[in-house]
C-alpha cells in the first residue's frame, strides 16, 4: 500500500441538514486506504475579517486552530455549497483570515473540491471562484475529475441523509483515488 497520507476535510455549509456535511459522512466509504480523513474546526467560530483586531489582538483562535490542522495535513480537501454563485461567505472569511498568516497555510498544500447543490449545475461556479484564491495562495490545486453533485436533494436520502447516488459514489472515489496520486507526487 502506499504511505498514507493525512487529508482535512473543510465543509462550507454550517447547517444541521447540510447535504455537503452529509458527502463528508459518505467520503471515509470511498477514499482508498492510504487516505485518512481528518475533520477540519468548525468554521462557525470565526469572527469576520478584519485587519483592526489581528493588529490589535492577533489571529483569533479559530484561525489559529484552522491554520495548524492545515499546516499538519498532508493535503486539504474542501466540500462547501454554491452561494450565489460563489463560496459562501464562512469559507472565504475563513480563507481570509489564514491567508493574512506569515507562512500562509494553502503554500504549497495539495488541495482539491467537491461541491453539491440543490441547482443543476452542482456549484461548478462556485469552484471556479475557488480555484482564482487557491492559486493566488499558491496552492497545489488538484484539477479532474472535477465533483459537482447537482440536484442533491435527489441524491441523499430523504430521511437519513444517506448518499445513495451510485454515479456520484463512483466519480467520488475516482477523484479521491487520483488526489491520492496527486499527493503523493506533489510530496515526493
Ligand atoms: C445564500 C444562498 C445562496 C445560494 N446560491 C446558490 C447558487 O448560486 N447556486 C446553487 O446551485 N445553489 C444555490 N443555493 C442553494 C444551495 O444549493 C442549497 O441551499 C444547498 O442545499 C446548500 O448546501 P448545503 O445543503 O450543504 O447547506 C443558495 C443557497 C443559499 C442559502
Known amino acids: 500500500m502506499a504511505d498514507s497520507v493525512n487529508v482535512l476535510v473543510i465543509c462550507g455549509s454550517l447547517r444541521k441538514g447540510s447535504y455537503n456535511a452529509a458527502l463528508t459522512r459518505a467520503l471515509p466509504a470511498l477514499a482508498p486506504p492510504e487516505i485518512k480523513l481528518v475533520t477540519a474546526p468548525p468554521l462557525d467560530a470565526f ?3 478584519n485587519a483592526d483586531i489581528q493588529e490589535s489582538s492577533g489571529f483569533p483562535p479559530a ?7 492545515i499546516r499538519s ?9 454554491e ?7 464562512v469559507l472565504k472569511n475563513a480563507i481570509d483570515w489564514v491567508s493574512r498568516m506569515k507562512d500562509q497555510p494553502f503554500k504549497e498544500k495539495p488541495v482539491a473540491i467537491q461541491s453539491c447543490s440543490q441547482g443543476p449545475l452542482g456549484g461548478a461556479r462556485m469552484q471556479y471562484h475557488w ?20 440536484n442533491a436533494q ?11 447516488d451510485q454515479p456520484t459514489k463512483d466519480i467520488v472515489k475516482t477523484q ?3 488526489f491520492a496520486k496527486f499527493i503523493a507526487k506533489m510530496k515526493a
Open 83 to 89: 452561494y450565489n454563485w460563489s463560496m459562501p461567505g
Open 176 to 178: 479521491l483515488a487520483a
Open 73 to 81: 495535513a498532508d493535503a486539504v480537501l474542501f466540500v462547501t455549497p
Open 131 to 150: 480555484r482564482m484564491s487557491m492559486t493566488f495562495l499558491n496552492a497545489f490545486i488538484f484539477g479532474t475529475p472535477e465533483i459537482f453533485v447537482g
Open 47 to 49: 469572527p469576520l475579517y
Open 154 to 164: 435527489t441524491k441523499f436520502d430523504k430521511d437519513t441523509l444517506e448518499l445513495k
Open 63 to 69: 484561525a489559529e486552530n484552522l491554520a495548524a490542522a
